[in-house]
């Protein structure tokens, strides 16, 4: 594949619809985002039904504004790839069929991408960051409204989940306890901010889980904590923000200390998902890589939430090894990393001819680079 090579990345797995056109050098030639929270914001979350009808008015103008904010003809482009899994059917189906579309009316290669698979190699994308990408292996801290992880990444397709939520994902309670304090949806930025006003040693809060083995996280019992405080009346909202973001941040910590005595030698601490853009929790999990002689690596505050940046450069990342998926590739809600394998299509470099690869693992092709 050659640098100049350009892929358009199409996202729509919750209530953003992003596209983006990406060179294979990792050059990000146009990008576009819709938000939905307006659409949201009255039910206090996401409405699948909603977010899908969103995602059909609003991705053809976004993919038609990319295209031409790039100058690439459809035709032109080097292959298209949208995000298919995990999240919101509804939304995986519009983003998957459109993107389905244009690869078929062009004749381009298609790639299904794992939303989570995306998130995780965002940190390699030249020059989001200053420095040079990490190398394999690291370790990923995935954290977001649906889902917390720690995952050891160690190529392309071989990732090894250390440890996840044993209940909600932690961008999830954050959303939770701003409700309870009375603030708007999306909760997570709006708490930071009330919690810069507030004292966190004033109202005390349990931290599931933490100095225990392991890496796994558990957030629902400190929810509870919070809708008991708010309930007796007795502490100030912004003490209450501000015990929870430091508690949040506390566990986080030390469930990333723990992961790295399980994953010796990773080169990095990676974190990603709309929670890495806390400030306390980067600054938290900083203090950790820190102390390992480790970089703590975040993406840029825009690109740590869902886009379609991420999607084209995790395509860029399969196409290197000759990988593509099938137009019979159907969108899954459910998809986890360590489930990233399945029929895939290895194309030629020399004559651009497509063969079918059965029931082969991503890892398993790792010979190929």
């Known amino acids: 594949m050659k640098p100049d090579a350009c892929i358009l990345g199409i996202e729509s797995s919750c209530d953003e619809t992003a596209a983006a056109v990406l060179r294979a050098d990792g050059t990000i030639l146009a990008e576009a985002i819709f938000s939905q929270q307006a659409e949201h914001a009255a039910f206090g979350g996401v409405v699948p039904e909603i977010a899908a009808r969103a995602h059909l008015q609003h991705l053809p103008g976004l993919v038609a504004n990319v295209l031409q904010n790039s100058g690439i003809n459809p035709a032109a482009l080097h292959a298209v790839a949208a995000t298919a899994g995990p999240g919101l059917i509804g939304g995986l189906i519009v983003g998957a069929s459109f993107a389905k579309g244009v690869a078929l009316a062009h004749g381009l290669p298609f790639l299904a991408i794992n939303h989570l698979e995306a998130h995780a190699l965002t940190v390699?994308?030249?020059?989001?960051?200053?420095?040079?990408?990490?190398a394999f292996p690291y370790l990923l801290l995935l954290l977001s409204g649906g889902h917390c992880q720690c995952v050891l990444v160690e190529g392309l397709g071989r990732y090894h989940r250390l440890g996840s939520t044993l209940d909600d994902a932690v961008g999830e309670a954050f959303d939770k306890a701003a409700k309870l304090l009375g603030l708007p949806w999306p909760g997570g930025p709006h708490l930071e901010r009330l919690a810069t006003t507030g004292n966190a040693a004033l109202v005390p809060l349990p931290r599931p889980l933490m100095g225990r083995p392991g890496c796994d996280f558990s957030f629902s019992g400190l929810k509870t904590a919070v809708a008991r405080a708010v309930a007796l009346g007795q502490a100030r909202p912004q003490d209450i923000a501000a015990s929870f973001q430091a508690a949040v941040a506390a566990v986080l910590?030390?469930?990333?200390?723990?992961?790295?005595?399980?994953?010796?030698?990773?080169?990095?601490?990676?974190?990603?998902?709309?929670?890495?853009?806390?400030?306390?929790?980067?600054?938290?999990?900083g203090n950790v890589a820190t102390a390992r002689g480790l970089p703590m690596l975040a993406p840029p505050l825009r690109y740590c939430t869902d886009n379609a940046v991420m999607v084209a450069w995790a395509a860029v990342e399969r196409l290197r090894y000759g990988l593509v998926d099938s137009l019979a590739h159907n969108p899954r809600p459910r998809w986890p990393l360590a489930e990233l394998s399945g029929t895939l299509l290895f194309v030629c470099s020399v004559n651009k001819c497509m063969f079918p690869l059965l029931a082969i693992t991503r890892a398993s092709l790792s010979f190929m680079c």
């Not at 390699?124 to 990490?134: F, T, V, W």
């Not at 723990?258 to 999990?285: F, I, K, Q, S, W």
């Open 253 to 285: 910590a030390d469930r990333a200390s723990h992961a790295l005595d399980m994953a010796p030698g990773v080169t990095a601490l990676v974190v990603a998902g709309g929670v890495a853009a806390n400030g306390a929790v980067r600054a938290a999990l």
């Open 124 to 134: 390699r994308l030249p020059g989001l960051m200053p420095g040079a990408p990490p």
